[in-house]
Structures are given as structure tokens and as C-alpha cells.
Nanobody, 115 residues
């Protein structure tokens, strides 16, 4: 069974940092472009960042310069380093392939940024 398990969320003050991890039980993980998504209450899920198989990265304008996505193919893991967090970053964060596979959504990890 294919699974994506996110971890690393929590409560942090504005300006703080968190590092999210997502471990995938996907065979041949390295062939997939992987993304981090987030969904705030009452809002649509949005793509935050993605990393290609070759390691090239792309970010939403709202997080550019503050978030860094990376991957470790040996560990089937993708990371999201989040710095200078803002209250508007408060969301549930999910990883998935990019474009996403509807069958792969996990439970996500809650990030709450207090002002």
C-alpha cells in the first residue's frame, strides 16, 4: 500500500522555523517530482513548493525566499524547511507527487504560527 506520512508540524511564534518531513512508501521514489501543499481552513489546497527528479525547485510567491524544499532519495523522504514563518502560513501541510495523485493524500501535519 502506497503511503505518504508527513511529520514535523507544530506551534511556533511568528519569525520562527520548522522543518517538515514526508516519507513515502513509493517504489522508485526518485522518478517522481514531489511537492508540498497546504490547506488553511475555508481555503482551497495550494501548492507551496515542488522539487523535480533532478533537484530543481519551484516555490509559490508567498513562500519564496523563506521556504526550502529538498529531497533524500535514499530515504524516500522530502523535506520543507520553513523560516521566517508568518501567521498566514498556518495550515495543514501535505506532500504528494506533482501533479498530485488523489489517492496519495495523507493525514498532513498541522502548522500553527502565532502572532
Amino acid at each position: 500500500q502506497v503511503q505518504l506520512v508527513e511529520s514535523g508540524g507544530g506551534l511556533v511564534q511568528a519569525g520562527g522555523s520548522l522543518r517538515l518531513s514526508c516519507t513515502a512508501s513509493i517504489s522508485r521514489f526518485s522518478i517522481y517530482t514531489m511537492g508540498w501543499y497546504r490547506q488553511a481552513p475555508g481555503k482551497q489546497r495550494e501548492l507551496v513548493a515542488f522539487i523535480s527528479t533532478r533537484g530543481s525547485t519551484n516555490y509559490a510567491d508567498s513562500v519564496k525566499g523563506r521556504f526550502t524544499i529538498s529531497r533524500d532519495n535514499a530515504k524516500n523522504t522530502v523535506y520543507l524547511q520553513m523560516n521566517s514563518l508568518k501567521p498566514e502560513d498556518t495550515s495543514v501541510y501535505y506532500c504528494n507527487t506533482q501533479p498530485y495523485d488523489s489517492y496519495l493524500w495523507g493525514q498532513g501535519t498541522q502548522v500553527t504560527v502565532s502572532s
